[in-house]
């Protein structure tokens, strides 16, 4: 015994017997002095931080991000110079399903980055897609209610996917990517990553450009058919996690070139779309794609909870060199990411290894949960300003004033926007197969939803393009033909039932 460690509890006593625990005899009961067992107990019974409320199913591993080109006139950020190495950190998820689903589902998948870089934690949590279902972070909760499941039912309900959507046509364009080819993906190595929102980069001059981050992969795309994925489900609920583990393990580490889109800050106020409405990309041919580097994935974490559950990515975090947006989505997301981590994981969670910078860290926040690290160097430095060496404001790292006027009201956000224009760009891109793999997709996951809500959202379909609400309908007339016991239930059934 003696070449291995004693194993003692969370205080450090030695452990002496860790079979049997201490009772009254053979068969009597047990002793509440027995504070090893009890201990044990309540261990376990502490196990699980809340799951994410979105995002719970997720895969990860630490890389590194090397920048190869030169974008040093648009940013002065370090993690962006050429040259640059920077250690980082991935999790994807799917977006709908609890902790323990599977995972190869129809569904948008997140791809959170933590970048470590010299001057603070960059983090981009973005989506495998360029755009998002709403553009008014007043939606966002509604939305996600759609997504998970019914209240009476405890089921996911397609009825209130798609009235929703119905009811929002600025989601047509992120609906026609999650039903296309590349909503259901094989892994997470056969996936572009989007950053998603604009964000700006600022310069050494002080010059402003907004930006977006795109990080392509280089393995290719790959994606599953419906049977395909149901076959693979029957299988395993693991398959993304497998893929991931696997690669990694056996050398195989996966790639992604990492390209970005720069905007004039002036072009802001001329383009025909919003460039800072989440529900639109920037056409390539108006802002083309630049290569400015390579992320690679080359570790599996040791410990999945303490490097992967407990990674906590906001949008909030970011550096100098590299801005916010007016983007209302990015606005919600700044509070309520951290905010979501601190209430999942604790006070103080930026402070776990996993999240902690590489750089040094001073601030005054003070007590609460986890408050382990060390005090300031000087402990009579505990505010500020104080007298005794502590932490100052540096303004070499003020950014330049946002020019922004309008009156404070509660716009219309569906007002002078085009919804239908980019979905149109993207379902001309589609060959025949996918235009007929997407009007499947759709027509099956609309399962039984009620006629009216479905012809709402084919009326939204032929303003993308006459060819797709025709195909969507008539997919959904060959699943009926074939299903008769599809029902269509009216308003009042409807009513009925949720009385
Ligand atoms: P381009 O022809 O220059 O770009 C088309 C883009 O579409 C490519 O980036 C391609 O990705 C991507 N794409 C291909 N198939 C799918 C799919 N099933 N789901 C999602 N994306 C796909 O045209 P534009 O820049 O003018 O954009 C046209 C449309 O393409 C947009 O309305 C948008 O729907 C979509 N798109 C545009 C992006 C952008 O940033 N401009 C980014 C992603 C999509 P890849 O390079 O990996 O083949």
Excluded at 368 to 397: C, K
Aim: proline share 8%; net charge negative.
């Amino acid at each position: 015994m003696a070449d291995k460690p004693t194993m003692t509890t969370s205080a450090g006593a030695p452990i002496a017997d860790n079979q049997n625990s201490l009772s009254a005899g053979p068969r009597g009961p047990l002793l509440l002095q027995d504070y090893q067992l009890i201990e044990k107990l309540a261990h376990q019974n502490r196990e699980r931080v809340p799951e994410r409320v979105v995002h719970a199913k997720g895969w990860g591993a630490h890389g590194v991000l090397t920048i190869t080109g030169d974008i040093s006139r648009y940013t002065k950020a370090k993690v962006l110079q050429p040259g640059a190495q920077t250690p980082m950190i991935l999790r994807c998820s799917t977006v709908a399903g609890e902790a323990g689903a599977a995972d190869a589902e129809r569904d948008v998948r997140g791809f959170a980055l933590k970048f470590y870089t010299p001057e603070g934690n960059w983090d981009l949590v973005g989506n495998n897609t360029p755009v998002f279902f709403v553009r008014d972070p007043l939606k966002f909760p509604d939305f996600i209610h759609t997504q998970k499941r019914h209240p009476r039912t405890n089921l996911r309900s397609p009825t209130a996917m798609w009235d929703f959507w119905s009811l929002s046509p600025e989601s047509l364009h992120q609906v026609t990517i999650l039903m296309s080819d590349r909503g259901l993906p094989t892994d997470i190595r056969h996936i572009n990553g989007y950053g998603s929102h604009t964000f700006a980069l600022i310069n050494d001059a002080g010059e402003r450009f907004w930006v977006k981050f795109h990080f392509k992969t280089m393995q290719g795309h790959r994606h599953w058919t419906n049977e395909e994925a149901a076959q693979v489900v029957g299988r395993t609920r693991e398959s993304t996690q497998e893929d991931l583990f696997e690669a990694i393990e056996t050398g195989n580490f996966p790639k992604w070139k990492m390209q970005v889109q720069i905007m004039p800050e002036a072009d802001a106020d001329k383009t025909s779309y919003n460039p800072f409405d989440l529900t639109k990309v920037w056409p390539h041919a108006d802002y083309p794609s630049i290569d400015i580097g390579v992320m690679e994935l080359n570790r599996n974490p040791d410990n999945y909870f303490a490097e992967i559950e407990q990674a906590a990515f906001s949008p909030s975090n970011i550096v100098p060199g590299i801005g916010f947006s007016p983007d209302k989505m990015l606005q919600a997301r700044i509070f309520a990411y951290a905010d979501a981590h601190r209430h999942r994981i604790g006070t103080h969670y930026e402070a776990l290894p996993i999240n902690a910078p590489h750089c040094p860290v001073n601030h005054y926040h003070k007590d609460g949960a986890m408050r382990f690290f060390p005090n300031n160097p000087n402990p009579a430095a505990y505010y500020e300003p104080n007298s005794f060496g502590g932490p100052v404001e540096d303004h070499r790292f003020d950014e330049p004033p946002l020019k922004i006027s309008g009156d404070a009201d509660r716009w219309n956000h569906r007002e002078g926007n085009d919804d239908f224009v980019q979905p149109r760009a993207l379902f001309n891109l589609f060959d025949e197969g996918q235009k007929a793999r997407l009007f499947a997709n759709i027509a099956a996951a609309m399962g039984d939803i009620p006629d009216f809500i479905e012809e709402r959202q084919c009326k939204l379909f032929d303003q993308v393009h006459p060819d797709y609400g025709a195909g969507v309908r008539s997919a959904r007339a060959a699943i009926k033909d074939r299903n008769p016991s599809i029902s269509a239930p009216t308003d009042q059934t409807l009513a009925d039932a949720s009385a």
